[in-house]
Each structure stands twice: as C-alpha cells, then as structure tokens.
Nanobody, 123 residues
Framework: QVQLEESGGGLVQAGGSLRLSCAASGRTNSDFAMGWFRQAPGKEREFVAAIDYSYNTYYANSVKGRFTISRDKPKNTLYLQMNSLNPEDTAVYYC?????????????????WGQGTQVTVSS
C-alpha cells in the first residue's frame, strides 16, 4: 500500500503560480510512476502530468509549457509547479502513484490516490 498526502493548494489570481507537493509513505520503494490528476466541478477527473522512475515526464496538452512535474526520490515527494494559471485550472488536484498509460483505452490511470487539494484561480 502507498499513502499519499497533497499540500500546497489554495486561491490564486489568474496569471499566478502555485506549487503542489505530495508526500508518499508506505511501499515507496517500488519503481512506480507518479502523477497528478484533477477534477473540476461537474467534470470527470482528468490526467494532468506524470513522471516515471527514470524521470521521463508526460503532460496533458492543456498544461504543457505551464506546469512542471518533478519528484524527489530520497524524500518520497512529488511536486507540481503550476505557472500562468487561469480560471480553467480550477479543480481538486489529486496525487497518484502507480500511474500508467493504457494504450487500449488511451487513458491514464493509477493504483493509489491522495485525498486531493483544492486549487482555485480567480479571474
């Protein structure tokens, strides 16, 4: 089992920045990829970014060039630096572990999830 706890969400004005963190505990010695997902009100949860154990990164088109995912393996911590935020980025952001891309469905999924942290971008 892997436990995930997000922090760093909050309220920010459009054009601003936020940095999310996710502390992982439990079975963290596995070679799993980690990722961030988000869910806006009335919408399905969507993939935001992922990073594998070799530090390869993957981004949704909507955040490419504005968000940066990174991980600190010794600290078992995942980060998401979010710049140039706009109101469409408002959502609950979830940290995930065991993140994989399913080629059959074309969807990203994960085995473990955090509780989520709210990010609100005002216009």
């Amino acid at each position: 089992q892997v436990q995930l706890e997000e922090s760093g969400g909050g309220l920010v004005q459009a054009g601003g920045s936020l940095r999310l963190s996710c502390a992982a505990s439990g079975r963290t010695n596995s070679d799993f990829a980690m990722g961030w997902f988000r869910q806006a009100p009335g919408k399905e949860r969507e993939f935001v970014a992922a990073i594998d154990y070799s530090y390869n990164t993957y981004y949704a088109n909507s955040v490419k060039g504005r968000f940066t995912i990174s991980r600190d393996k010794p600290k078992n911590t995942l980060y998401l630096q979010m710049n140039s935020l706009n109101p469409e980025d408002t959502a609950v952001y979830y940290c995930a572990a065991g993140t994989e891309y399913d080629r059959r469905s074309g969807q990203w999924g994960s085995d473990y999830w955090g509780q989520g942290t709210q990010v609100t971008v005002s216009s």
